[in-house]
T-cell receptor, first 118, second 116 residues
């Protein structure tokens, strides 16, 4: 079965640089979520999009922005990178089945992008 | 704000035995969803099991089952016949009900070690 695709899988940046992470949801999934997982930490929710509109917002820094495009893929843009931004960034996707209440609920995670800021 | 607490940073179990991982949560909502995710060394987040708060019946997925105690706000995961492949970090997660794309709130995780 097709899964969530994230690119790149690994990224190394210098402080104050910019990074763009991409997420391609499972086919027919219309909702995308972004999470950040620091070393030894639990994943922290950043932001989500449904039908190309921002839906929920978590602890996303002002230096980060994201959007969802017409083909439902999403990009997380990170500017003025700091050492503390080094983390594993997950994208997850979900979908709604007609007549199935609550099926937007289960989130399927991609493999993550490992970002290292030097 | 909702909080999820996993009080066991690490658990160890012999292969083929049963282990229970604990999770408690705090919420003022009456309807919500609870999940257990598994994160093996590959760091992939894999859904193990899901429970709807409005359902009284405990969810079961093969060797994995939950004990959902709504009044106590407790959601434990039982793994029967533990296998070496079960070794991973296990995260309990909460999501409130509603039609939006709400993010998950995770606990700090429990590192499960399987002794051969």
């Amino acid at each position: 079965a097709a899964g969530v695709i994230q690119s790149p899988r690994h990224l190394i940046k210098e402080k104050r640089e910019t990074a763009t992470l991409k997420c391609y949801p499972i086919p027919r999934h219309d909702t995308v979520y972004w999470y950040q997982q620091g070393p030894g930490q639990d994943p922290q929710f950043l932001i989500s999009f449904y039908e190309k509109m921002q839906s929920d917002k978590g602890s996303i820094p002002d230096r980060f922005s994201a959007q969802q495009f017409s083909d439902y893929h999403s990009e997380l843009n990170m500017s003025s990178l700091e050492l503390g931004d080094s983390a594993l960034y997950f994208c997850a996707s979900s979908y709604l089945l007609a007549g199935e209440p609550g099926d937007r609920v289960t989130q399927y995670f991609g493999p993550g992008t490992r970002l290292l800021v030097l | 704000a909702q909080t999820v607490t996993q009080s066991q940073p690490e658990m160890s179990v012999q292969e083929a035995e049963t282990v229970t991982l604990s999770c408690t949560y705090d919420t003022s909502e009456s309807d919500y969803y609870l999940f257990w995710y598994k994160q093996p060394p590959s760091r992939q987040m894999i859904l193990v099991i899901r429970q709807e708060a409005y359902k009284q019946q405990n969810a079961t997925e093969n060797r994995f089952s939950v004990n959902f105690q709504k009044a106590a706000k407790s959601f434990s995961l039982k793994i029967s016949d533990s296998q070496l492949g079960d070794a991973a970090m296990y995260f309990c997660a909460y999501r409130r009900s509603g039609g939006g794309a709400d993010g998950l709130t995770f606990g700090k995780g429990t590192h499960l070690i399987i002794q051969p």
